[in-house]
């Protein structure tokens, strides 16, 4: 896994939605793998400006890592409501092209026709991670197996805890999603994982210079043949050789 350190959470945002237009200028028809979270905010934002230069996503497709079971695509909390408020309806996409997993109809069954149409169009070129405190990717949490596809999961206490600063105070945090799996992230041509802020660096450490072990999903990512981490330096500040490879 390639490591790149940025001085600020800016920087780190603006050099993943480089790779995306990278590849989107050299492959108009990319098929992108895409995350959701408060770390993706300024990626899209930077997109955005990218479609503002003149960057076409007419001919792209999206897939999405995942989506809150329960959640009609209208709620505002919803992941597809936040790519299409964020990105999808700020750029040229065709709506039709732009895959989020359905949370609000049977969970099992969206999980498998999300998988069965991805593998349709295999491989992702580049696809885009957040992290989790506890060290999920996508909604792997802890203890997910590297062979998992797209399945319905039970959110980590933590991770409900998390985005809960997302949900009104009264409203109830989803507490299971649906999720690509290890095996699906692991499919893509590329993995980008965007990391800032202090709040992750236990993670980062543990991602980059733990153990490989699906007791921190991302530490997986360092068996890919071509993953890089962007992180800023709260996020790398726990790391004992941030300027290595790991
Ligand atoms: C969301 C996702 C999650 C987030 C992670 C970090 O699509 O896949 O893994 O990337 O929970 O979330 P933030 O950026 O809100 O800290």
């Known amino acids: 896994m390639r490591l790149c350190v ?17 590849v989107v200028r050299n492959k108009p028809d990319a098929v992108l793998g895409l995350a959701t979270g408060g770390t993706m905010e300024p990626v899209y934002e930077a997109l955005v400006a990218a479609h503002g230069d003149g960057l076409s996503f007419s001919r792209v497709t999206t897939f999405n890592l995942d989506e809150y079971v329960g959640l009609p695509p209208t709620h505002p909390q919803s992941y ?7 990105f999808f309806s700020r750029v040229d996409i065709d709506p039709a092209n732009t895959h989020v997993p ?83 992230i692991m499919r893509a041509r590329r993995l980008v994982l965007l990391a800032v802020g202090e709040r992750k660096s236990s993670a980062v450490k543990a991602m980059i210079e733990g153990p490989v072990d699906e007791a921190v ?20 500040a726990k790391l004992n050789h941030p300027e290595h490879t790991a």
């Open 6 to 22: 940025f001085e600020t959470e800016k920087e780190a945002a603006n050099a993943a939605a480089a790779e995306i237009v990278r």
């Open 80 to 86: 597809r409501h936040y790519m299409s408020k964020l």
């Open 102 to 184: 359905r949370g609000d109809t049977a969970p099992d069954r969206a999980a498998a026709e999300y998988e069965a149409t991805l593998a349709r169009f295999d491989p992702i070129d580049v696809q885009l991670l957040g992290l989790g405190g506890n060290g999920h990717i996508g909604f792997n949490e802890p203890g997910s197996p590297v062979t998992s596809r797209t399945r319905c999961v039970n959110l980590a206490s933590s991770t409900i805890e998390a985005n809960r600063r997302f949900f009104d105070a009264n409203e109830q945090v989803p507490e299971t999603a649906i999720t690509m799996g290890i095996a699906t």
């Open 217 to 236: 999903p991302a530490s997986i990512l360092r068996d890919h043949p071509d993953a890089r981490a962007l992180l800023d330096t709260a996020a790398a």
